[in-house]
Every structure is written in C-alpha cells, then in structure tokens.
C-alpha cells in the first residue's frame, strides 16, 4: 500500500534519513519514537505534503512524486485536529466532499449519515472552539473519513484526551478500521496505544528508521538498548558477552552473569540486559534448583498501588526494579530493608546492543 | 530598595499597593504620555475655544476637496496595495526560498528611508523622464502634478505596513489547517481561498487601516512629485507657511478630528468581524 | 486549478517544483518588490556613472555638518527617549491598570497622526509662546529653528516604535523567571536590573535602532518647528525645490548610502549581543 | 506553617474562591487537580506574587499581607525550572545568596557545597540552554535550596522529565524534604506522584479546595465523583442510594443493586459507585457464598501486559473494566465473549455523590 524507498528529506531542524518501509494493505502500522524524531514529517510525507529530497514513496504501486496531497486520497489527522474555525461542524465536515465536486444533495446525505454514526448530529451548527476534545477528536475524524480514503493517517491522536475519553477511542479506532477497511498508520509515543492497536511497529530515532517488527518483537525483545528504554523496560543493565553456548549468550555485568537468548551476538559485544519489572522473582532465600540468573540484593522501598507491589532494590552494581504480587510479599513476609534474592528466567533476559556503541574499557 | 518600601508596609488595605519600583517606573514613563496630551491639547483647546472660526475654515471649499482627495487617494492606494500585497504576503509566509532575506529587506526598506529619499526615488521612478514615468506618458497616464502622483507616492510609503501585517495573518493560520484541507482534496488556491483568507480577515483589514492611515499622513514623499492637488498635508504647511500658525492649526485641527473618527468608524467595525484567528 | 497543474506533471526532478498557484501569486506579488528595486537603481545608476559629481556634493561642508547634525540629534532623541520609554514600557509589559488602552492609544498616536499635524502640535507646544516653549525660553532653552526643536520634534515621532519594542522584549521575558528571582531574595528593582534588562539586550537595541531611522528619516514635523538648522531631509527638500533634482539626487544618494551603512554596521553589532532572549 | 483564611483570588482567566488550608510544618503537601484549576495561582499566592482580593495568608504564624516575596524565605520551582538563561550554574545559584547580601567568600563556600551535594559541580560554568532537563532540574532544586528556605514549592516539577529520570527524582524530593527539614507544597496531576511523596492531598476543581485528607482518603475513597475520575477509579456507575443499613448504603444502578461503606448519605440521593478495576474479581461461576454486589457480563477485549490482565466487560448497565492476574486468567481459562460473573467486596465500593448535582430522574 506504501512503500518508502530510500527516503531522505530535510526539514528545518527535522529530517527523515535514508527511511525504507513497506506497509501492507489493512495494516494497522505504528510508528513510535522520542519527539522530534521525524515521525510527523513522515506522516506528511506520505501525505504528499513534502517532497523527498532523495528515494521514491510509492502509493498503490505507483510513484506518487507528482501526485499533491489532493489527489492522494489519504486523510490525515492531527494531534491537535486542526478543524476549520471558522465553519461549523457540518461545514467542516462537508468540506471535503465539496472539494470533490460531489453534488449538494448527496454531500447532505452523506454527512448526516457520518453524523449519525459518531453520534454528534447534535453538534452540526456548532463551531469548533465551543466543544470539547472528545467531540472535537469525533468531528475530525469524521470529517477525515467522510471523503472515504483508504488510508488514515494519525498523528498523535489520543495525547489530548483524558485517560477515560483515550480509553474510548482507542476501541473505537479499532471498530474504525475494520468498519471502513482502513490502512491505518498512527504514530505515538504511548506504549499502551501500541499494544493496543498495532499490527506492526516501527521505531525512529534521530530521524533513521532504527527498528520494525510485530508489536511482540518491538516491545518484549527490543533490538537495541535505546528502544528498551523509550519502551520502557524498568531495568537495563550495561555489560558485556563473555560467551555464547547453546541458544543462549553468558552477560558479565560487574562480577554478575546472566544468561539471555542469543540474537546474533559475539565475545567481547557489550550490551545491556534488559528485564521487565514483573519478570523478577523476589524471594528471602536463594531459589531452590535455580544457579542461573540469581543475584542478591536489598529492598530499599516498596510502594503499593493496587494488586503489585513496586520493590526498589540496591544490588552490586545499579538499583533494579521489580513488581511483585501483593500475596507473594505477604507470603514471602517481605519488608523494606530485607536482604533477598533476584531471579529472573534467562528467556525475559533481552540482550540488547547499543544504536550508537561507545568506547569504554 | 528597601528602606523605600517601608512607607506604605503599614497600609491596611486589602490590596497590597505596586511597590515603590513600580510606582516611580510609572511617573517616570508617563513624562511621555504627558507630552502626547499636552500637545492634543495645545492643538484643540484654542480651536475648541472658537468654534465659529472652526467651521469657517471647514467649509471652505478647498479644505473639504482637499480631504477628500487624501482620503480617496489612500484608499486608492490601499486596494492596489491589497492586490499585490496579499499574495507577497502568502509566498512570504508559506515558502522558505533562496535570498528570502533580501526581499524581505526591499520589501522593509521604505519603513526605514527618510521620507524626503523616497520622494526622490518616486519623481525619479514617475516623472515624465522617467523610467515608468515616460512610457506611460506616452499612455497618458501622468504623475507629475497629478492624481496618479500622489497615489503612487502613497503605495510606495505605505506597502511595507500592509504586506507585514497580512503576513503575520497568513502565519498564524496553523500550516496543519492548511494541510488538513489539501489532504482532504482542496488545491493550493483553493486551501488559500476556503481556510487561509477567511482565517486572516482581521489582519488584512488592520493590515489595510495602518496602509490607509501611513498614505493619507504622508507629506515628504507626496510633495516631491505632486505638490498638486494639495492633499492636505500639504495644504496645512502650504496655510502655515503662507498664513501663520493660527489658520494652520485650524485646518489640521478639522483633519485630526475627520482623521480620529474615521478611525474610530474603522475599528469600531473590527468588531463585526469572525474573531476565528483569536483562537486558533 | 486541477487543469493548470499539468504542465508540470511530467516533470522528472527529485525535487517537486511549486505549483501554478504558488508561482503566481510570487509573479503577482513580486511586482511590488521590483518596483522598490526599480526604485533604487533609478536613484543609484546615474550616481555612480557620475563619481566626480558624487564626491563632489559629498565633500560640501554644509552637506557633511547637516549629515552629523541629523545623525546627532537622532542619537540625541534616542538617549532621551532610552531614559523615558524603559520605565514605561515596563509598566506596560507587567501591569494591567484601568485605563491601559487609552495609555497604549496615546504612545500609539504618533504612529498614526498625519506628519503636519505633529508638527503643528510640536510647534504649538514648543514654540517660544507655547506651554512648554515660554518656561524653557526663560530658562534659555529655545526650539524655534534651534536644535533643541529639532530633537523634540524627532523624539515625539520616534517615541511608539521604541517603546513597542522595548515592551515587546520585557513581554518576552517569562514572568516565571522574575518571580524566581523575587523569591531568591531580589526586590522588584534587583530583578528587574539584574533579569529583565540583560535579557531584552537585543530588544531595546533593535528599538533603537528603528526609533533612530524614524528620528533621522523625519521631515514634516521637523521644518514647522526648525526650518534652520537643516537636517538632511531639509537640505534634500530645499536642493530639489532651488537647485533641481540632479542636484537633489546627489544629496539623496549621499545620505542614503550613509543611512545604509550606519544601519549596516549597527545590525552587524547585533550579533555580538547575548543571544540569551532567542530560546528563552 | 502556611495558612489559607477564606482566601479569594482573581487573575485573568484563574481564580481561588474562598480557599481555607493548613499547612503543618515538615509536611509533604499535594495539591492536585485539572489543569486551569488555579494550583499555580495557589503557590505563587504563598509566595507573595499575588495579593488576594479578600482572606488572610499566614506564614509561621504571622499575617503577610504586606511582606513581599523577597522576604518571605520561600523559594519557588516551576515546571520549566525558569533558570536564568544569561547566567552560568554557578551565577544561577549564587543569585539568590548574592541578593541576601551574604559575603563573596561565603557565597562561594556554600554554592561549591551544594553543587557537590546535587552532583553538578561539573557543570558550573555552563549555560542553562546547554544542558539536558535532569539537569536543569537538578540546577533549578540546588538554586532554591541553596538560600535554606524552610518552605518549598514545586509547581509540576517533574512533569517535564522522562520516565526514569522522574523516577529518580521522586525518591530524591523525599530524600532533601527530610535532609533540609522542608516543608514542601507540590502542585502536580500525577496520581503516582502523589502515592510516592505526599503525606497530605488537597484537591482543586475550578477555584475551589474540594477535598483534602490523607493520600489514602483521597485516593482510595474520593469524596467525590469528580474526584474519582481524576484519581483514575476505572469504574464509575451513576446511581441512587435505595437504603441505608448497618453501615452500609445500598446503592440501586439500573437493575443491579450494589452495597457500599455508608459516609452520611440517605435514601434517594445520587451517587457514582466507584470501583477500582483491581477490585474486581471475575469467576465463570457465580461466586460461592457471595450474594451481595454480584453482577453478570460478558467479557469484550482482554488485554495483557506483563503480570495483568486488563479485561473490558459488557454489564447490563455500563462497560466495566477489571484487572485480573494472569494466573487467574489461566484457572479459570477466561477468554474473550464467554459470560461470567463479576464480584467486589462492599467495602472496595466507594459511594461519591457529585459536587454538581444534575438533575435527573
């Protein structure tokens, strides 16, 4: 459905670097990176609202480099949703379909049943500036839908909305894509929408397309060490591989070692083990059967909030994290200032290098 | 600072009053103020005080011709301003090109020259030997002397005022509104027509009262190629330099008056206008 | 539009060219542009074909003593307003008082008062029998074709555009900071002399600028108050009207390539300012 | 320590109504609430920036009408931590000493310290636009602690910060409250935020203090509805209260009747119950020897992310969302569209009227 090839493009301080991509028909396609990564300029690129300076995009198997943004029948939504001020809701939403040319009755007929279907009919005469991000979030989107693109571009949609309001329209983007049989490219920098919503997930950092994948492959083994941490696993744990064997590769970390599942690594590769807080087991005496991947260490806080418990613990080399379920600590009589012991399966041990390696002894 | 303070520390009321800083900042900046009063006032006050020689220089004839030329050849001046300032403005405002710099700096320049050059420059441009000047005499447009003189003096002073101001318009109006619109199949013209003009009403039209108010005020520039027709700040240094101060200062006493209202007028119909770029 | 698009369609480059609605409106627009810069050679070209002649107004005493005469009294307006306008702008900036938009239409209304008037009210203001003039007369201050009229007059013009962009520099400043700095222990004199000032550097020099080109580029306002002693814009003025444009065009080529210079270097030594107010 | 007498307050569009609050020395104070609610106009209040229209302000006992702010022994920390951009770290923190008039030898004695203390004094001679947001931040807490206030305000500190510098930062406010003996009033949106630091909270809706109590009155049982949504209760169900019985409402929703602990309200009044999505137990079978606050649902989308599962329900009244351990999840082998039962225990029910009642039927 699209396809970047090679793209570069400079844009002020933003700039796009050497981006190839491929998303498929009906794809739900995220793209997530730290702000001013590119991941707007991209959206607009696609949309025909800057021209690469270098590559071809390629739209329906077709270079679109002369095709403007009018003819490309993509919609785009902003964060902001960028609704006319000046024209009332009905307005706005005709907008569109008056630009095509479509005839008065039938552009009537078709916002009112678009109205309808974002339960906003009430709102018709009102101007933008007196509703609220809810309805302004269902007026903009459709007003982009109503000119039946098949592709919707979404920049940042939810970042406006409160919690409850972003819980709403992250099902509803969903039933939105199945209803109208979208190619939908959102880009976020919520982890949760992308859990949520995406069907693949790409990540940009500086400008350079640096990973893509399934949603699993991004956000349980993030490739590299800058990716685990905007993805937010808690604890990243600089090191370096003393051995690989079987599957697996043996981490030096301090006097520490830990296994993790080979990716294609080397003797003497530095990289950080990640683990997620909820991958580690905490117990007062060392783990029975276990002689791998244990450490020991002293809890320093807990904070409950809820059914977890988050434990910060000091151990040799940097604090770590874990969550741990309220029955275990009760079971296990855990307290602040215990001495305890770590464990965590070599298979959540994600050994990741870093983008951009520094010299270090 | 602190020992000035101490003179109002036991005040009781509920409102804490500006502290001393501010309060002497205040009397110090409002020597200027006082100047811009007093020197309305000197204007209006003897005027205020002999109405009967007031109206008499009003209704002469040659003062109300004279306004009315002023007035209209601004405005002439002001729609030619609109038609060729309003896309400079958008090319300005949209598009980042090579030596943008430099046409911004032409398009400041008759902000910054003394009046005085650029009534050189206008005579040199329009005079009947001049480059413009002489193929369109052979035309018969003429500007020497003349209307078309005083409206091309005008447009040169004033543009700079017109094209800024529509300019800081079309760049409030959000790109991603004007992006929304191209994505969902307008045009360039037609995302300019529908969503940037509507959007940049109110300054278009300030934009167009500040050309209007430079070009009827100017007197330098218009001088030089056109001491005829007198526009009227002409006629009031032609009256001053004839007839004394007394009948000057009633002429220009009717022009501040006619100038304020229809200020006044203009502003008040701002009001009336889609407040949308308040907002977006 | 979609129709006129085509043209271009078949174009290979990498880069996408603009679109016929962007190149018109640049071709449209661009007339004003050409227009000053027509403007300018009309002015420069026989000039410089005509170095003798040039030099030889430029080295007339009475052109050079007129030149540093303007140049000086525009300096002069400068301090005086310097002294005046930063307490008021200030205010402006932090205050809301009743009765602030009658304040800011009075700072304004040099702005939009017609030339002649402000000088009409200059000279009425100031003139040996004025309310200001016959006090200052007893102290030995005159202004009627003095140079104290001279800087008056420039002060009253120039004051609005450096007391906007003094204000618009003192806006720039968050409040946050200052109230940062009030906290830290500085009275509201401390924070403003230590904070506000160094960071609106950049501001009140560009408002000193601007005021300077109004002040020395002023005409009208200046020969109702001092015919003598002659600014440049006099000398211009008077050159053209007993000696004729040749003569006149000299004149103006001199000064405006003086101006051009000295606004030159003083937009050079901008950079050279604490760049601190861009990213704050 | 601080005291607010019926305290009123206009300024342009935000404005205090009627605010009465007391500080208590060595507290850790929040102030929550939405945004535009006045939090900011409230510390810049205490510090003497503004004057209120009507009410008293009491500082250490005394009445400080008339004490500007530089006199007040406060220091004030923004969101943007408001450095002073023309100077270097070293000259941002001895501002405010050099402005107490203290002597140069000492001023330099007690920045050099300090700068040690907060681990910048590598930074000293930079500027602040060079630096990264921890540390500015870091700068900005060193510059306001440098002139020993025994009251602090942050206004949003760490709202700026990535994930795991605000991390850091949380334990480290905590950390100099007690190493300088500060009295601390933070002005913050973040629910987590004020689980990990406050001792009390205060809520401001629209100008008005709404509630105030300890963090777990706050959080776990909001005075209000509209307070429960902002603290995050997932669940929020409009209903009325039908009897009152034995310390307990009963609470009717739609055709479900549900119990909750009484807090003084009586027959036919209209509440929310609002219910924490971990409170919610979800079983296939009814529950056993449960008869009170049992629904049935269906269960629409379940979502995992590490240890839990986030479950939406379909319920005769209202979509519900539930929290369950993965574990539970596995026994009773729940998946999407099966219909099951949904229990809480009465006492994880809170009954919250709304501050504006509607009137309805």
């Known amino acids: 459905m699209i396809e970047f090839d090679g793209i570069s493009l400079r844009l002020g301080e933003f700039s796009l670097r050497d981006v190839t991509l491929h998303i498929g028909t009906g794809e739900y396609f995220f793209i997530i990176g730290p702000s001013g990564a590119g991941k707007t300029v991209l959206l607009e690129a696609i949309a025909g609202l800057h021209s690469p300076d270098g590559g071809r995009i390629l739209l329906r198997q077709k270079d679109v480099r002369t095709t403007p943004p009018e003819d490309r029948r993509i919609s785009l939504m902003y964060q902001d949703y960028s609704l006319f001020p000046h024209m009332t809701v009905e307005e706005n939403i005709s907008f569109g379909l008056k630009m095509q040319q479509v005839s008065p009755e039938k552009v009537k007929e078709r916002v009112r049943r678009i109205m309808e279907r974002f339960g906003i009919a009430n709102l018709a005469n009102r101007l933008p500036r007196t509703m609220s991000g809810g309805e302004q979030q269902r007026v903009a989107l459709a007003r982009a839908l109503v000119v039946e693109p098949d592709v919707l571009l979404l920049d940042e949609p939810l970042a406006a909305l409160d919690p409850i309001t972003r819980d709403f329209f992250t099902r509803e983007l969903a039933r939105i894509r199945e209803e109208y049989g979208l190619t939908v490219v959102h880009v976020s920098h919520s982890r949760e929408e992308a859990l949520r919503l995406a069907t693949r997930v790409a990540v940009i950092i500086d400008g350079r397309l640096v990973a893509e994948g399934t949603r699993e492959e991004i956000f349980s083994a993030p490739p590299y060490r800058e990716i685990a941490r905007f993805v937010g696993m808690e604890n990243i744990l600089d090191g370096e591989v003393i051995g690989t064997a079987g599957g697996y590769v043996t981490i030096r970390i301090g006097k520490c070692r830990l296994r993790a599942p080979d990716r294609g690594l080397k003797e003497g590769d530095k990289v950080a083990a990640c683990i997620r807080a909820h991958e580690i087991r905490i117990s007062p005496t060392p783990p029975a059967g276990r002689e791998e991947n244990v450490l020991s260490g002293r809890i320093v806080s807990m904070l409950s909030d809820g059914a977890m418990v988050r434990m910060t613990l000091e151990t040799p080399f940097t604090p770590m994290i874990a969550d741990v379920h309220r029955s275990k600590v009760i079971r296990h009589g855990l307290k602040e200032g215990m001495e305890v012991f770590l464990w965590c399966p070599p298979d959540a041990v994600v050994a990741a290098p870093s983008l951009h390696p520094v010299e270090s002894s | ?280």
């Open chain 2, 1 to 280: 600072m602190k020992g000035d303070r101490s003179w109002w520390k036991g005040h009781r009321s509920s409102h804490r009053l500006p502290d001393a800083c501010l309060l002497s900042f205040a009397l110090f900046g409002s020597l200027i103020v006082v100047l811009t009063v007093l020197a309305i006032l000197s204007l209006a006050v003897p005027e205020v005080g002999d109405i009967p020689h007031l109206l008499e220089v009003a209704a002469k004839g040659r003062i109300v011709d004279s306004i009315l030329l002023t007035m209209g050849a601004g405005l002439n001046a002001v729609l030619i301003l609109l038609l060729f300032g309003i896309p400079l403005a958008y090319v300005l405002a949209r598009v980042n090109f090579r030596g943008k710099g430099i046409v911004e700096s032409l398009v400041d320049l008759p902000l910054m020259l003394p009046h005085t050059i650029a009534g050189i420059m206008v005579y040199l441009l329009f005079m009947e030997r001049g480059p413009l000047g002489a193929p369109l005499a052979q035309a018969g447009i003429f500007f020497e002397d003349a209307y078309a003189g005083v409206v091309v003096a005008m447009v040169f002073v004033s543009s700079p005022y017109l094209i800024n101001s529509v300019r800081e318009g079309f760049e409030n109006v959000p790109l991603h509104i004007e992006n929304v619109a191209r994505t969902l199949g307008a045009s360039r013209f037609q995302a300019f027509a529908r969503v940037v003009l509507p959007l940049s009403v109110r300054h278009i039209y300030s934009g167009a009262i500040l050309a209007w108010g430079r070009a009827i005020g100017e007197f330098a520039a218009i001088i030089m190629i056109a001491y005829y027709p007198m526009v009227i700040s002409t006629v009031i240094y032609y009256t001053f330099t004839t007839q004394g101060i007394k009948e000057a200062r009633s002429v220009a006493f009717v022009f501040l008056v006619v100038c304020l209202a229809v200020f006044g007028l203009l502003r008040f119909l701002t009001r009336f206008m889609g407040k949308y770029d308040d907002r977006i």
